[in-house]
Nanobody
Framework: QVQLVESGGGSVQAGGSLRLSCAAS?????MGWFRQAPGKEREWLTS?????????TYAGSVKGRFTFSRDNAKKNLYLQMNSLKPEDTAMYYC??????????????????WGQGTQVTVSS
């Protein structure tokens, strides 16, 4: 059982930055970040393999603006979000899955989810 707790969400103006944190009781083979806006499907943002030297992969919508990092000693994951846009407004989730999740990028392949943290970007 992996417990995930996100924090760091809030309201920010367009162009601003936020840093989300995910406190994890443990890691899955694959860890990732998703978001879900009202009326939309859950969207994969970034993920990486945790048991090997790996670099994160990013969705095109956030590549170059968001950075996924980890602190293994604290079992914390971070999502640094820069140059935020109104379309980034959503609930953001941290997720853990098996290694296949980092290939499929499907929400269904991530076993554990946090409760989410809300990000609101105003124009």
């Amino acid at each position: 059982q992996v417990q995930l707790v996100e924090s760091g969400g809030g309201s920010v103006q367009a162009g601003g930055s936020l840093r989300l944190s995910c406190a994890a009781s443990g890691y899955g083979d694959c860890m990732g970040w998703f978001r879900q806006a009202p009326g939309k499907e859950r969207e994969w943002l970034t993920s990486m393999h945790m048991n090997v030297e790996d670099k994160p992969t990013y969705a095109g919508s956030v590549k170059g603006r968001f950075t996924f990092s980890r602190d293994n000693a604290k079992k914390n994951l971070y999502l640094q979000m820069n140059s935020l846009k109104p379309e980034d407004t959503a609930m953001y989730y941290c997720a853990a899955g098996g290694s296949v999740a980092c290939f499929s990028l499907r929400p269904a392949d991530f076993y554990y989810w946090g409760q989410g943290t809300q990000v609101t970007v105003s124009s």
